[in-house]
């Protein structure tokens, strides 16, 4: 079974730091393209950025204040993000990238979430 | 960026009824769209991918079609579970851009 935590999320005074980490399991990891997706409260969906095999890709709202890395020896992601304004504030998923037993590259299992509030 | 437009923003329907939900891209994204089903409180949840085929262990219920720019999502007998919002996605081009929403409640 797939599984995804996201952890990290908490309350950050704007211009802060905070790096979203999302454990993974039930599947080989390390050659799954994966992506984050945030939720500002009561707002739709918005794409954050997506690592895979050719590189990575970021969302103009957040190119050149966040990173997405990964660890394939821990099945980890991680999402560094900084000087955080309150226009972060929501619910970072992280998310596998491509649907299982295809190449078809979509958003197919999901974490629960994790809330990054920034405020002062 | 590719604009996807949902219509209606709510739909008000009867268990057992037929939804329809459309989505509309700005540009063509051929047939490189999904659908994503979020009840509060949850992540979403694939449903659709490639305008047409329905995600593992997605009901049958449940059906999507069209291309280019004109996507629709149907569903084809509103259990009580399906009282939602719905949202469509498109991955032809980056960024990656949802449309925003469709609730589908309670008449």
């Known amino acids: 079974e797939v599984q995804l935590l996201e952890s990290g999320g908490g309350l950050v005074q704007p211009g802060g730091s905070l790096r979203l980490s999302c454990a993974a399991s039930?599947?080989?990891?390390?050659?799954?393209?994966m992506s984050w997706v945030r939720q500002a409260p009561g707002k739709g969906l918005e794409w954050v950025s997506t690592i895979s095999a050719t590189g990575t890709k970021y969302a103009d709202s957040v190119k050149g204040r966040c990173t997405i890395s990964r660890d394939n020896s821990k099945n980890t992601l991680f999402l560094q993000m900084n000087s955080l304004t309150p226009e972060d504030t929501a619910v970072y998923f992280c998310?596998?990238?491509?649907?299982?037993?295809?190449?078809?590259?979509?958003?197919?299992?999901w974490g629960q979430g994790t809330l990054v509030s920034v405020s002062s | 960026e590719i604009v996807l437009t949902q219509s209606p923003a709510t739909l008000s329907l009867s268990p057992g009824e037929r939804a329809t939900l459309s989505c509309r891209a700005s540009q063509s994204v051929s047939s490189n769209l999904a659908w994503y089903q979020q009840k509060p409180g949850q992540p979403p949840r694939l449903l659709i991918y490639d305008a047409s085929n329905r995600a593992t262990g997605i009901p049958a219920r449940f059906s999507g079609s069209g291309s280019g720019t004109d996507f629709t999502l149907t569903i084809g007998s509103l259990e009580p579970e399906d009282f939602a919002v719905y949202y469509c996605l498109q991955r032809s081009n980056w960024p990656l851009t949802f449309g925003g929403g469709t609730k589908v409640e309670i008449k």
């Open positions: 998310a596998t990238d491509q649907v299982a037993g295809t190449t078809r590259r979509y958003l197919e299992y």
């Open positions: 039930g599947f080989t990891f390390s050659s799954q393209p």
